[in-house]
């Protein structure tokens, strides 16, 4: 009887009885887009800047400074701006650490400047009259004494969007190209989330939110190079065939001409000769966070395989 009940009560919710109801489907609340970046690769992402950075504010001391040399989260310090420079107390700082000039190879450009590593931020609790008491609010590295402090405005990241799947044969956009001439941490091989610099900049016009193809011109670009002077068994002593001199299935064979096979040897580098010159291998897709005069910091969003310093960046 209970079983019979339950069978007429679904098929009526299901419209197939006398009753009317239909199934429905309640939904939850609708989530916040995601960031394409967040935490440390927000405001820790670091960047190759031209212009000097002013070396005048810095962290001077911290409360437990004979207890150590690196300082963390939630540490006190001591920064040189105090109620002389207008400094009120919840004001957040950023710590930055100029490492050096920028030398690539990667890169035409004479001259695309030198990284600036960024650590982290700190929150102003106490204000004297020459310093200011800081507590770290947030930290990507250790810090120490004579690291250089800076006003920062909030940041926000691009917000991730429902884009058509990464095409792996698309034409070239004939937008500006450029490289990628380094990465955070000094990573020769990258993958999803990890942050690069390309020395496209403020010169090339590129914008905060630009979607960049991640690729490498076809043929090139590879972990290994093939020799020039193939290898092909098939036509060494002892394996020749005295019609085709050097086995069918070696690229470097005599191709057949009527009857014999006397026609030209062909390599792999002459078989190429006459196809386009666009033909490239997508490996993947960045976004751009930051952008400076001549470079712009970017975090890899899509990949097809493994990416590596060297490969060209396109704005889509």
Not at 71 to 87: C, E, P, Q, S
Request: proline share 3%; hydrophobic share 40%.
């Amino acid at each position: 009887m209970l079983l019979s009940c339950f069978i007429l009560a679904t098929f009526a919710i299901a419209g197939f009885g006398q009753g009317k109801m239909r199934p429905t489907i309640t939904y939850g609340e609708a989530r916040a887009p995601k960031s394409v970046a967040a935490g440390s690769n927000l405001y820790c992402a670091g960047y190759i800047q031209s212009n000097g950075i002013s070396t005048t504010n810095k962290i001077v001391g911290a409360d437990n400074e004979a207890d150590g040399y690196n300082f963390k989260t939630n540490d006190f310090l001591y920064v040189n701006m105090g109620a002389n420079k207008g400094v009120n107390v919840g004001d957040i700082f950023a710590v930055v650490r100029p490492r050096g000039q920028v030398e690539s190879r990667w890169t035409n450009k004479e001259d695309i400047g030198f990284y600036v590593q960024e650590l982290g931020a700190l929150e102003v609790v106490r204000v004297k009259a020459e310093v200011s008491v800081v507590r770290v609010k947030a930290q990507c590295d250790s810090f120490l004494l004579g690291d250089l402090v800076q006003l920062t405005e909030k940041r926000t990241s691009p917000l991730v969007e429902m884009r058509p799947p990464l095409d792996l044969f698309g034409d070239p956009s004939g937008k500006a190209m450029g490289r990628i001439v380094m990465s955070r941490g000094g990573a020769e091989m990258l993958t999803r989330d990890f942050i690069a610099y390309v020395d496209l900049g403020a010169d090339n016009n590129v914008q905060i939110g630009d979607h960049l193809t991640v690729f490498r011109p076809l043929g090139k670009g590879n972990i290994t190079k093939i020799r020039e002077k193939e290898s092909a068994s098939a036509r060494d002593e002892g394996f020749q065939s005295d019609t085709y001199r050097g086995g069918k299935f070696s690229n470097q064979t005599a191709r057949k001409s009527g009857d014999k096979a006397d026609g030209m040897v062909v390599t792999t580098h002459q078989a190429k000769e006459g196809r386009p010159l666009n033909l490239r291998k997508v490996v993947g897709e960045a976004v751009v966070l930051n952008v400076k005069e001549h470079t712009a910091t970017v975090v890899i969003t899509r990949t097809a395989q493994e990416i590596h310093t060297g490969d060209w960046v396109e704005v889509q």
